[in-house]
């Protein structure tokens, strides 16, 4: 009779169901390789279609703040992938590399917003370094992120190849066999320290050659030596590191 009570007691109660959470985003080392850099790319794509305007020597404000950089780079990045990024599901590294974006541009309104000068020398490359040197220092030596190239395509000796990067570049991407635009990852060690570390290739476009085509020698508009690079030639790489 009692177990009849407790059962009918407990049927008129509402249903209650216990999870145990999760985290809210789970993925492969390569997944997360693959998102951060196409995010990045994405960011500096922002740059390079405003750098007309960002060069505007007759505009003061820009309108090209953190903020608004930011929210174009995930357009970019859903225009790429096909795939958005929201708030609520954000992980703490693409928190990071949005964090990054919006620290370099607030920290160049100055700059950017200069009425009056025209070659700010605010450009795509310089941007990417920055926001790699802030996305880096953010992740407190969890994760890295730079812009390389071959060597003999490397202006700024921060970013010049290291060992890993340097073969990899020489020996896979340069290899007429391996797949233009494939990614390559592996499990190794920085410093000996275990690591994933993850290496897209990225090919000169007809907006890199204003600065890094031919003829080779000449200075381009920001007082560099041209390259001689040539359209679709293997002229940089985005590396990342996840220490295990």
Not at 141 to 163: E, H, Q, S
Request: charged share 25%; with cysteine.
């Amino acid at each position: 009779m009692m177990n009849a009570l407790i059962a009918r007691i407990l049927l008129c109660l509402p249903l209650l169901i216990f999870v145990t959470p999760g985290p809210l985003y789970a993925a492969t080392n390569v997944e997360i390789s693959e998102e951060l850099t196409t995010l990045y790319r994405a960011a500096r794509k922002v740059i390079s279609d405003n750098q007309g305007h960002i060069n505007n020597a007759a505009i003061g404000d820009k309108g090209l703040s953190g903020e608004v950089v930011a929210a174009k780079t995930l357009e970019n990045y859903q225009a790429a992938t096909g795939k958005t990024i929201s708030k609520a599901k954000m992980s703490q590294a693409q928190a990071a590399m949005l964090n990054a974006v919006k620290k370099v541009m607030d920290d160049n309104q100055d700059l950017i917003n200069e009425k009056g000068t025209g070659l700010k020398g605010f450009l795509p490359a310089i941007f990417a370094r920055q926001v790699a040197t802030a996305f880096s220092l953010d992740m407190k030596g969890k994760m890295n992120i730079k812009l390389t190239a071959p060597k003999k395509y490397v202006r700024n000796r921060a970013n010049r190849p290291d060992k890993w990067e340097h073969n990899v570049v020489e020996t896979v991407f340069k290899n007429p066999d391996y797949e233009k635009g494939k990614s390559f990852y592996e499990d190794t060690k920085v410093k000996g320290k275990s690591a994933f570390r993850f290496i897209l290739p990225e090919y000169y476009g007809p907006s890199c050659l204003g600065c890094h085509g031919s003829p080779k020698g000449e200075r381009d508009i920001t007082g560099g030596k041209k390259e001689g690079g040539v359209l679709n030639e293997l002229g940089g790489a985005i590396s990342l590191t996840i220490f295990h």
